[in-house]
T-cell receptor, first 108, second 116 residues
Framework: KNEVEQSPQNLTAQEGEFITINCSYS?????LHWLQQHPGGGIVSLFMLSSGKKKHGRLIATINIQEKHSSLHITASHPRDSAVYICAVKTSGSRLTFGEGTQLTVNP | DTEVTQTPKHLVMGMTNKKSLKCEQH?????MYWYKQKAKKPPELMFV???????INESVPSRFSPECPNSSLLNLHLHALQPEDSALYLCASSQVVVGYGTGELFFGEGSRLTVL
């Protein structure tokens, strides 16, 4: 079993829909990152969380440390949100453990 | 400037070639990372530099040789690579905080390497 599990693996939505991507982890962490990767490669860091909730524009990330679970929400989804969303947890030192990613496709 | 710049964006090399990938950041970050990413897989950590010193080598073959000439630059020297080394190579940086904490990661766009 992976230390970081994401669900769903693939998600297709219509423009305007509310989207939720989930991340569960089985190890103690000091921080959790949500990352976005577009086709072609570059990765953008969306959030770094150690507790509570953060919001940036249409994106909201929450984390429940006791339940070892985080969610990434996208409100009013748009085709430009189509990308792979990756959850990564920081355990010790400088290492991140990555989830397998969620491929999101938003259709117009 | 919140960018991590990687060059070249694409590189094709033969198995006998010697080439280098370059990474640059001017955010004052003192931790820099090389990751390797195969298609449809998450990034895999290769090396971590902290204050220009190699702090983590994830058992990477010696045909990959990292170098950190100063706090803004990180190189990855490539020699005698194999076709299975073809991948996207991502550089990242972060602030180094005392202890085990590091801040937000900033990634470059990656260098897509093809080994023939």
């Amino acid at each position: 079993k992976n230390e970081v599990e994401q669900s769903p693996q693939n998600l297709t939505a219509q423009e305007g829909e509310f989207i939720t991507i989930n991340c569960s982890y089985s190890v103690g962490i000091s921080a959790l990152h949500w990352l976005q990767q577009h086709p072609g490669g570059g990765i953008v860091s969306l959030f770094m969380l150690s507790s509570g909730k953060k919001k940036h524009g249409r994106l909201i990330a929450t984390i429940n440390i006791q339940e070892k679970h985080s969610s990434l929400h996208i409100t009013a989804s748009h085709p430009r949100d189509s990308a792979v969303y990756i959850c990564a947890v920081k355990t010790s030192g400088s290492r991140l453990t990555f989830g397998e990613g969620t491929q999101l496709t938003v259709n117009p | 400037d919140t960018e991590v710049t990687q060059t070249p964006k694409h590189l094709v090399m033969g198995m006998t070639n010697k080439k280098s990938l370059k990474c640059e950041q001017h955010m004052g970050h003192r931790a820099m990372y090389w990751y390797k990413q195969k298609a449809k897989k998450p990034p895999e950590l290769m090396f971590v530099y902290s204050y220009e010193k190699l702090s983590i080598n994830e058992s990477v073959p010696s045909r990959f040789s990292p170098e950190c000439p100063n706090s803004s630059l990180l190189n990855l020297h490539l020699h005698a690579l194999q076709p299975e080394d073809s991948a996207l190579y991502l550089c990242a940086s972060s602030q180094v905080v005392v202890g085990y904490g590091t801040g937000e990661l900033f990634f470059g766009e990656g260098s897509r390497l093809t080994v023939l």
